[in-house]
C-alpha cells in the first residue's frame, strides 16, 4: 500500500526558512516522479513543485520559483521542499504526492496528508 | 499559462440529486484533465482521469466527458459521503500542472 507521510511544517517568520519532507513507503521511490501541492486555509489547491525520478529534472509554481528548492534522496525513500524567503501568502498545508505514470510527468494519485506551514511574526 | 475556469463554486444538492460540474481550459488540452474528491479535513483523491476513465474502486455513479476546452463531471445520485469539494486539474502541458478552483457541493 502506498503510504507518504509528511513532517517538518511549523511556525516560521516573514523571510526565514524550513525543510519539509516526505517519507514514502509502499512502492519503488526511485520509479516515479513526485510532486508537492499546497492549500491555503480555505482556499483551493495550487501546484508547488515537481521532481523527476533520478532527481535530474525539477519544476516550480510561479509563485515560489527562486525561492523553494525540490530534491530527493532514493536513497532514503524520501523527498524534500526545502523553502526559503517565506511570505505570508506560502502559509498553507503542504500535501506530497506520487505520480501516477511513474518516470514520465503525469499526475498525482496518491497523496499524503499534508503538513501545516506557518508564516507569522 | 493554461488557466482551469471551474462551476459553480458551490452547489447546493439533496441526497439523491444529479449533479453536473463544468470545467474550462483556457486552450485545448485534449483528454488531460482529471478530477478529483476533497472531503473536509481529508487529501484529495483521484476519481476520474483523462477525463473519463473512473480511478479503481471508484463507485461508477461517477463520471466525466468532454475534451479540448470543455469538460464536465457528474455525479448521478448523491450519496451522504459525496458532499465535498472537487477539482478539476489539467495535466497537457506537464509539468506546469494547473487545477481549477473547486466546487463545494453542500446540503
Redesign the interface.
Known sequence: EVHLVESGGGLVQPGGSLRLSCAASGFTFSGYVM?W?RQAPGK????VS?ISSNGGST?YG?SVKGRFIISRDNSKNTLYLQMGSLRAEDMALY?CARD?LGNN?????Y????TLVTVSS | DIQMTQSPSSLSASVGDRVTITCQASQDIDKYLNWYQQRPGKAPKLLIYDASNLETGVPSRFSGSGSGTDFTFTISSLQPGDFATYYCQQYADVPQYSFGQGTKLYI
Open positions: 510532486h501541492v483551493g489547491l495550487e501546484y515537481a519544476y510561479n500535501y501516477r510527468y503525469g499526475y498525482p494519485d497523496w499524503g496528508q499534508g
